[in-house]
């Protein structure tokens, strides 16, 4: 879960990265992340923060229609946990919860990230701007490029694709070189952990144990897509959501729960295409925008 949490930013990182505002408390990136039994393979499923969901009863008040990312702002992780597993029947094992700060500093103990894109992007909320080619993206940098919404009509769907992507290039980078080192590792895992450590369940030595298996895998073995939609749907005094396609969906999850890929590419261990699930295209694990 990457949430809105701004308050550890200095106002010089605030400026300069243009991450000021005001906090809504919410979840605003959902991911479910699945590593196979047999760790040959990650499938990652985004959800996106305006599916409409039903929030389930806390604190006294009864279940309530909401957008997904609500449940964060309601009742914390444990609330948001709750609500993803309703409407997924995938149950999770563990959480990690990114904000600002523990994002800029795990991607600058990766050195920072190579990302690229084929066209240019610019944003004016988040003043990102990237021409076509690759680029080499600090934390800051990382963070304006994985929030903005506004480089396109796709607004956050295109945001998820560019999520996805930049998940990619972690990979990539995971498996270089550099991060052969135990203690490299161990500074991007106490860097995304932060401070609270309980919240997630996770623990530096869980977490250790976690990026061991993963960096045995190459990018081409992982798959990325978005939990299938069906349609805008209004609700009152909520708005707009995004209405999932229920048997689709469906199909997603239980393949998750059967600790299956979610594609063809997935079995192949190669993804070549997109997933056909949405009519975003999901990022690919064996390739970045423009090689």
């Known amino acids: 879960m990457g949430t809105d949490h701004r308050g550890t930013l200095t106002q010089s990182e605030k400026n300069k990265f243009h991450a000021g505002g005001v906090a809504c408390g919410c979840s605003d990136v959902m991911m479910l992340v699945h590593l196979s039994a047999r760790a040959d393979l990650i499938s990652v499923v985004s959800l996106p923060r305006d599916s409409y969901a039903m929030i389930p009863p806390y604190n006294g008040r009864g279940a309530r229609p ?10 914390g992780p444990a609330l ?21 700060r523990r994002f800029i500093d795990s991607v600058d103990a990766f050195t920072g990230v190579e990302v690229c894109t084929e066209r240019p992007l610019t944003d004016p909320s988040t003043h990102l701007d990237l021409k076509p080619g690759k680029h080499h993206l600090s934390g800051g940098q990382a963070l304006q490029y994985v929030r903005s919404r506004k480089t396109d009509s796709s607004a956050d769907l295109g945001r998820i694709q560019r999520q996805q992507r930049f998940l990619v290039a972690v990979l990539k980078k995971f ?7 135990i203690e490299k590792v161990s500074k991007v895992s106490r860097a995304l952990l932060g401070d609270a450590t309980a919240d997630s369940g996770f ?25 299938p939609v069906e349609r ?3 609700v009152p005094e909520v708005g707009d959501t995004l209405l999932w396609d229920a048997r689709k969906a469906s199909e997603v999850f239980k393949k998750l729960n059967a600790d299956q890929p979610l594609t063809e590419y997935g079995s192949q261990k190669r993804l070549t295409d997109p997933p056909k699930f949405f009519v975003h295209e999901a990022a690919r694990g064996d390739t970045l925008a423009c090689g």
Not at 80 to 96: C, K
Not at 203 to 227: H, N, W, Y
């Open 175 to 181: 498996k270089g070189a550099g991060f052969t080192d």
């Open 232 to 234: 805008f749907h209004q």
């Open 80 to 100: 948001a946990v709750q609500a993803v597993e309703s409407m997924t029947g995938v149950y999770i094992d563990r959480f990690l919860q990114v904000d600002f």
């Open 66 to 75: 909401a957008k997904l990312n609500a449940a964060y702002e309601t009742g």
């Open 203 to 227: 623990g530096v030595d869980e977490m250790l144990d976690l990026a061991k298996r993963i960096r045995a895998l190459t990018p081409s073995q992982a798959e990325f897509t978005v939990v």
